[in-house]
């Protein structure tokens, strides 16, 4: 079964700097563009960041552009973000996902919690 296990969440002050990572499995990793999403409290899910299969291209949500870099290890089948100049209006629940996944059930996995607060 498609599984995504997401870490590196914290307590952070504004300006800090984390690196979240996501563990997938149950599909062929190296096949997928990658996506990064945030939650914020009261607010719906957004895309922050993609990145494609091999790596060759990323986009980024434009209040994100230049703080944050998302990366992948296709032989860790991981996705990573870093964040840099962190900002309160980062904080948010985040979570990576392949957008769809043919002829398997994809679940969202449980998230990271992120908290930018002096």
């Known amino acids: 079964q498609v599984q995504y296990v997401e870490s590196g969440g914290g307590l952070v002050q504004p300006g800090g700097s984390l690196r979240l990572s996501c563990a997938a499995s149950?599909?062929?990793?190296?096949?997928?563009?990658m996506i990064w999403y945030r939650q914020a409290p009261g607010k719906e899910r957004e895309l922050v960041a993609t990145?494609?299969?091999?790596?060759?291209?990323?986009s980024y949500k434009e209040s994100v552009k230049g703080r944050f870099t998302i990366s992948r290890d296709n032989a860790k089948n991981t996705v990573y973000l870093q964040m840099n100049s962190l900002k309160p209006e980062d904080t948010a629940v985040y979570f990576c996902?392949?957008?769809?996944?043919?002829?398997?059930?994809?679940?969202w996995g449980q998230g990271t919690q992120v908290t930018v607060s002096s």
């Open positions: 996902k392949v957008p769809y996944i043919a002829g398997k059930k994809n679940n």
């Open positions: 990145i494609t299969s091999a790596g060759s291209s990323t």
């Open positions: 149950g599909f062929t990793f190296s096949s997928y563009t």
